[in-house]
């Protein structure tokens, strides 16, 4: 269903807010750093969470989106989420089971990015939602990909051979089927976020085997 005019032009402008917020802290990293040099890195902290959850938690309150189309209930009640929950752990207990030929691009600073991400894309498809009705979903995703092509610059040489360049893309998709299958934002986080743990935590154990 697609929204009023007001709810639409509202969610459109948080996408822009958290599609300009990295680059926006490019922007004024340099200022900042020289007008309060002390207070530069907790600053710097507490950035990817402002940037993260910022955006959708002030939209979602705000009313430019809702609830429902962010996944904050899920889909079909109680036998929705007894389904999705159990597709979301098969996703894990796959990860696990295949955990060492998946391990070797996985890092803890990619389930960092999962927590920060996360929240942000659920955004990008709740627009969408608003804007495009059930087509919201792949639109959300490419606003996503726009994302991706903005934050990683993917035409630079230096960076098409910087592995996380393409764990971003991976996660995103990933991210966008499990919550085109289950309807739920927090199964979806909670499934990316466990499965990059199992594959960082086996990637640990790896590099101190001799």
């Known amino acids: 269903m697609v929204g009023r005019p007001q709810m639409i032009w509202e969610s459109v402008a948080w996408v822009v807010v958290a599609l300009a917020a990295v680059p926006l802290m490019t922007l004024i990293e340099a200022p900042v750093k020289a007008r309060w040099p002390s207070a530069w890195p907790a600053l710097r902290g507490l950035a990817p969470w402002l940037i993260g959850l910022g955006p959708a938690y002030l939209a979602l309150i705000s009313g430019a989106v809702l609830g429902r189309s962010f996944g904050l209930?899920?889909?079909g009640g109680a036998a929705g989420w007894l389904v999705s929950t159990l597709f979301c752990a098969g996703l894990a207990a796959g990860t696990w089971g295949l955990r060492r030929h998946l391990a070797n691009p996985a890092s803890e600073q990619d389930l960092i990015s999962v927590v920060m991400d996360e929240p942000r894309w659920?955004?990008?498809r709740a627009a969408g939602v608003v804007w495009l009705g059930t087509w919201g979903l792949l639109f959300g995703?490419?606003?996503g990909m726009i994302e991706w092509v903005l934050r990683?610059?993917?035409w630079l040489a230096e960076i098409q051979q910087d592995r996380g360049t393409w764990l971003v893309l991976i996660r995103l998709g990933v991210s966008s089927l499990i919550?085109?299958?289950?309807?739920?934002f927090w199964l979806t986080?909670?499934?990316q976020a466990v499965c990059w743990f199992l594959l960082?935590?086996?990637q640990a154990q790896l590099?101190?085997?001799p």
């Open 73 to 75: 209930y899920g889909r």
């Open 152 to 154: 990683t610059r993917p």
């Open 122 to 124: 659920a955004l990008y």
């Open 179 to 184: 919550f085109a299958l289950t309807g739920n």
């Open 189 to 191: 986080w909670t499934t």
């Open 207 to 209: 590099a101190h085997e």
């Open 141 to 143: 995703l490419g606003v």
């Open 200 to 202: 960082s935590r086996v």
